[in-house]
Protein backbone atom coordinates (compact mmCIF):
# COMPACT_ATOMS: atom_id res chain seq x y z
CA UNK A 1 0.00 0.00 0.00
CA UNK A 2 0.98 3.67 -0.84
CA UNK A 3 2.35 5.66 1.93
CA UNK A 4 1.17 9.59 2.11
CA UNK A 5 3.01 11.48 -0.91
CA UNK A 6 4.38 15.15 -0.51
CA UNK A 7 6.19 17.03 -3.11
CA UNK A 8 8.53 18.90 -3.70
CA UNK A 9 10.48 17.60 -0.92
CA UNK A 10 12.28 20.36 -0.55
CA UNK A 11 12.19 23.93 -1.80
CA UNK A 12 13.99 27.08 -1.84
CA UNK A 13 12.42 30.21 -2.11
CA UNK A 14 13.33 33.84 -1.44
CA UNK A 15 10.88 35.85 0.59
CA UNK A 16 7.58 37.66 -0.50
CA UNK A 17 7.44 34.96 -2.81
CA UNK A 18 4.50 32.33 -3.14
CA UNK A 19 5.20 28.48 -2.39
CA UNK A 20 2.70 25.40 -2.68
CA UNK A 21 3.24 22.01 -1.06
CA UNK A 22 0.99 19.16 -2.36
CA UNK A 23 -0.29 15.85 -0.21
CA UNK A 24 -1.82 12.83 -1.40
CA UNK A 25 -3.32 10.95 1.36
CA UNK A 26 -3.27 6.96 1.68
CA UNK A 27 -6.42 5.91 -0.12
CA UNK A 28 -9.42 5.40 1.93
CA UNK A 29 -8.36 8.18 4.72
CA UNK A 30 -11.25 11.02 4.83
CA UNK A 31 -8.94 12.68 7.71
CA UNK A 32 -6.11 14.55 6.45
CA UNK A 33 -3.77 17.24 8.99
CA UNK A 34 -0.91 19.49 7.86
CA UNK A 35 1.74 19.89 10.54
CA UNK A 36 4.70 22.54 10.43
CA UNK A 37 7.96 21.23 12.00
CA UNK A 38 10.85 23.32 13.22
CA UNK A 39 13.83 21.88 13.79
CA UNK A 40 13.68 20.50 17.70
CA UNK A 41 10.32 20.56 17.64
CA UNK A 42 7.36 18.19 17.41
CA UNK A 43 4.99 18.77 15.14
CA UNK A 44 2.26 21.79 15.36
CA UNK A 45 -1.29 21.14 13.92
CA UNK A 46 -2.23 23.70 11.18
CA UNK A 47 -5.32 22.29 9.70
CA UNK A 48 -7.20 19.23 9.84
CA UNK A 49 -9.52 17.84 6.86
CA UNK A 50 -12.79 15.61 7.33
CA UNK A 51 -13.12 15.01 3.11
CA UNK A 52 -13.49 18.33 1.96
CA UNK A 53 -14.53 20.24 4.98
CA UNK A 54 -11.91 21.86 7.11
CA UNK A 55 -12.91 21.17 10.88
CA UNK A 56 -10.27 22.81 12.50
CA UNK A 57 -8.14 25.50 10.83
CA UNK A 58 -7.43 27.85 14.40
CA UNK A 59 -3.84 27.66 13.85
CA UNK A 60 -3.48 28.41 10.33
CA UNK A 61 -2.25 32.15 10.12
CA UNK A 62 -4.74 33.11 7.52
CA UNK A 63 -2.96 36.18 6.65
CA UNK A 64 -0.84 34.25 4.11
CA UNK A 65 -1.61 30.85 4.72
CA UNK A 66 -4.18 28.66 2.87
CA UNK A 67 -5.45 25.68 1.97
CA UNK A 68 -7.77 23.40 0.07
CA UNK A 69 -8.76 19.80 -0.17
CA UNK A 70 -10.85 19.63 -2.99
CA UNK A 71 -13.00 16.37 -4.02
CA UNK A 72 -11.59 15.06 -0.42
CA UNK A 73 -8.46 13.57 -1.61
CA UNK A 74 -5.60 15.41 -2.57
CA UNK A 75 -4.42 18.47 -0.51
CA UNK A 76 -2.61 21.74 -1.46
CA UNK A 77 -1.46 24.11 1.04
CA UNK A 78 -0.16 27.71 0.02
CA UNK A 79 2.05 30.55 1.80
CA UNK A 80 1.87 33.87 -0.03
CA UNK A 81 3.47 36.09 0.79
CA UNK A 82 6.51 33.36 1.97
CA UNK A 83 8.45 35.27 5.61
CA UNK A 84 11.73 34.35 6.71
CA UNK A 85 10.01 32.19 9.53
CA UNK A 86 8.31 30.43 7.52
CA UNK A 87 11.37 27.86 6.82
CA UNK A 88 10.22 24.71 8.38
CA UNK A 89 9.15 21.09 7.36
CA UNK A 90 5.60 20.89 6.68
CA UNK A 91 4.07 17.59 7.28
CA UNK A 92 0.95 16.05 5.93
CA UNK A 93 -0.48 12.89 7.58
CA UNK A 94 -3.54 11.07 7.02
CA UNK A 95 -5.90 8.73 9.54
CA UNK A 96 -8.73 6.40 8.29
CA UNK A 97 -10.93 7.71 11.59
CA UNK A 98 -10.54 11.19 13.30
CA UNK A 99 -8.04 10.18 16.90
CA UNK A 100 -6.76 7.23 15.18
CA UNK A 101 -3.41 6.36 14.57
CA UNK A 102 -1.52 9.29 11.65
CA UNK A 103 0.54 8.14 9.19
CA UNK A 104 2.71 10.84 8.03
CA UNK A 105 4.35 11.82 4.44
CA UNK A 106 7.97 12.25 3.97
CA UNK A 107 7.48 16.39 4.57
CA UNK A 108 8.51 19.27 2.57
CA UNK A 109 11.92 21.41 3.97
CA UNK A 110 10.95 25.06 3.43
CA UNK A 111 14.15 27.33 3.49
CA UNK A 112 12.85 31.22 2.57
CA UNK A 113 16.15 33.14 1.70
CA UNK B 1 -1.20 23.32 25.83
CA UNK B 2 2.03 21.12 25.07
CA UNK B 3 2.51 18.10 26.95
CA UNK B 4 5.93 18.14 28.74
CA UNK B 5 8.41 15.07 27.95
CA UNK B 6 11.17 14.11 30.33
CA UNK B 7 14.01 12.94 29.55
CA UNK B 8 14.91 15.80 26.82
CA UNK B 9 17.62 13.71 25.42
CA UNK B 10 18.73 9.87 26.58
CA UNK B 11 21.99 8.05 25.53
CA UNK B 12 22.14 4.55 26.33
CA UNK B 13 24.52 1.23 25.44
CA UNK B 14 22.92 -1.67 23.04
CA UNK B 15 20.87 -3.61 25.69
CA UNK B 16 19.95 -1.01 28.18
CA UNK B 17 16.56 0.03 28.85
CA UNK B 18 15.07 3.71 28.92
CA UNK B 19 11.49 5.10 30.33
CA UNK B 20 10.50 8.25 28.55
CA UNK B 21 7.63 10.02 30.21
CA UNK B 22 4.56 12.49 28.91
CA UNK B 23 2.93 14.54 31.21
CA UNK B 24 -0.12 16.76 30.66
CA UNK B 25 -2.11 19.47 32.26
CA UNK B 26 -5.16 18.65 30.37
CA UNK B 27 -7.70 15.38 31.22
CA UNK B 28 -6.56 13.06 27.93
CA UNK B 29 -8.66 10.59 26.03
CA UNK B 30 -5.73 9.19 24.37
CA UNK B 31 -2.33 9.45 24.08
CA UNK B 32 -0.26 8.41 21.01
CA UNK B 33 3.72 7.41 20.67
CA UNK B 34 5.67 8.18 17.63
CA UNK B 35 9.30 7.83 16.50
CA UNK B 36 11.26 9.89 14.03
CA UNK B 37 14.54 9.07 12.76
CA UNK B 38 16.87 12.17 11.07
CA UNK B 39 15.70 13.88 8.30
CA UNK B 40 12.48 10.90 7.58
CA UNK B 41 8.76 11.37 9.09
CA UNK B 42 7.29 10.38 12.25
CA UNK B 43 6.19 6.53 12.55
CA UNK B 44 3.34 5.88 14.50
CA UNK B 45 4.06 3.44 17.28
CA UNK B 46 1.47 2.93 19.53
CA UNK B 47 -1.63 4.54 20.45
CA UNK B 48 -3.20 4.19 24.61
CA UNK B 49 -6.40 5.00 24.61
CA UNK B 50 -8.59 6.20 28.07
CA UNK B 51 -8.49 3.59 30.68
CA UNK B 52 -5.16 3.22 31.96
CA UNK B 53 -3.96 0.05 29.57
CA UNK B 54 -0.33 -0.94 29.25
CA UNK B 55 0.12 -1.70 25.28
CA UNK B 56 3.51 -3.84 23.94
CA UNK B 57 5.09 -3.69 20.64
CA UNK B 58 7.68 -6.18 20.72
CA UNK B 59 10.13 -4.59 23.54
CA UNK B 60 8.58 -1.61 22.97
CA UNK B 61 5.83 -1.01 25.51
CA UNK B 62 3.73 1.88 27.01
CA UNK B 63 1.29 3.10 29.41
CA UNK B 64 -1.45 5.61 30.20
CA UNK B 65 -2.28 6.84 33.69
CA UNK B 66 -5.42 8.95 32.74
CA UNK B 67 -5.91 10.07 36.66
CA UNK B 68 -2.36 11.78 36.54
CA UNK B 69 -2.68 12.49 32.83
CA UNK B 70 0.45 10.97 32.28
CA UNK B 71 1.90 8.54 29.57
CA UNK B 72 5.41 6.51 29.78
CA UNK B 73 6.80 4.66 26.94
CA UNK B 74 9.33 1.66 28.07
CA UNK B 75 12.00 1.01 25.69
CA UNK B 76 13.86 -3.01 26.93
CA UNK B 77 17.30 -3.89 25.56
CA UNK B 78 17.65 -1.40 23.21
CA UNK B 79 18.62 -1.90 19.42
CA UNK B 80 20.94 0.27 17.40
CA UNK B 81 17.33 0.85 15.40
CA UNK B 82 15.56 2.56 18.59
CA UNK B 83 17.69 5.64 18.01
CA UNK B 84 15.28 8.34 17.25
CA UNK B 85 13.33 11.44 18.49
CA UNK B 86 9.87 10.03 20.29
CA UNK B 87 7.33 12.28 20.32
CA UNK B 88 3.92 11.81 22.49
CA UNK B 89 1.07 13.59 21.25
CA UNK B 90 -2.31 14.09 23.37
CA UNK B 91 -5.87 13.97 22.64
CA UNK B 92 -7.78 15.84 24.66
CA UNK B 93 -11.25 14.02 23.27
CA UNK B 94 -13.05 17.01 21.96
CA UNK B 95 -10.97 17.85 18.81
CA UNK B 96 -9.82 14.51 18.33
CA UNK B 97 -6.41 15.94 17.33
CA UNK B 98 -2.84 15.42 19.00
CA UNK B 99 -0.65 18.32 20.32
CA UNK B 100 2.64 16.73 20.27
CA UNK B 101 5.44 17.36 23.00
CA UNK B 102 9.10 18.63 22.09
CA UNK B 103 10.25 15.35 22.36
CA UNK B 104 12.83 12.80 23.77
CA UNK B 105 15.77 12.20 21.60
CA UNK B 106 17.37 8.47 22.12
CA UNK B 107 20.82 7.58 20.82
CA UNK B 108 21.95 4.06 21.03
CA UNK B 109 25.09 3.05 21.29
CA UNK B 110 26.92 0.18 20.44
Known amino acids: EAGVVQSPRYKIIEKKQPVAFWCNPI?????LYWYLQNLGQGPELLIRYENEEAVDDSQLPKDRFSAERLKGVDSTLKIQPAELGDSAVYLCASSPLPGSEQFFGPGTRLTVL | QQPVQSPQAVILREGEDAVINCSSSKALYSVHWYRQKHGEAPVFLMI?????EQKGHEKISASFNEKKQQSSLYLTASQLSYSGTYFC???????????FGSGTQLTVLP
Open chain 1, 27 to 31: SGHNT
Open chain 2, 48 to 52: LLKGG
Open chain 2, 89 to 99: GTDSGSARQLT
